[in-house]
Nanobody
Framework: QVQLVESGGGLVQAGDSLRLSCVASGRTVSNYQMAWFRQAPGKEREFVGRIRWDGFSRVYADSVKGRFTITRDNAKNTAYLQMNSLKPEDTALYYC?????????????????WGQGTQVTVSS
């Protein structure tokens, strides 16, 4: 069993940066894809980005491409989401997730483990 704990969220102004962390415990996630999703009030959970177990492949949603970067440190069993040039529309609860597979299109059901989320609020 894997437990994921996100941290690093907060209240920032438009244009600011934040770095979210996702620490895994229970077992190594070095052979898991790690992903970030977000969910704004009244909206469905949406894909933000993902990184393959070796770190060599990364995919981002168009809405965050060029502003967000996902990295991972397998030695620390941790994934990160660096968010730059934040916009009010980035306001959401951000979730970390882990999946043992890497498929063409990320779907929620692929992800075996989920964190509880960390809130990001961007004011204009």
């Amino acid at each position: 069993q894997v437990q994921l704990v996100e941290s690093g969220g907060g209240l920032v102004q438009a244009g600011d940066s934040l770095r979210l962390s996702c620490v895994a415990s229970g077992r190594t996630v070095s052979n898991y894809q790690m992903a970030w999703f977000r969910q704004a009030p009244g909206k469905e959970r949406e894909f933000v980005g993902r990184i393959r177990w070796d770190g060599f492949s990364r995919v981002y949603a168009d809405s965050v491409k060029g502003r967000f970067t996902i990295t991972r440190d397998n030695a620390k069993n941790t994934a990160y989401l660096q968010m730059n040039s934040l916009k009010p529309e980035d306001t959401a609860l951000y979730y970390c997730a882990a999946s043992p597979v890497w498929t063409g299109i990320p779907v929620l059901n692929d992800y075996t483990y989920w964190g509880q989320g960390t809130q990001v609020t961007v004011s204009s």
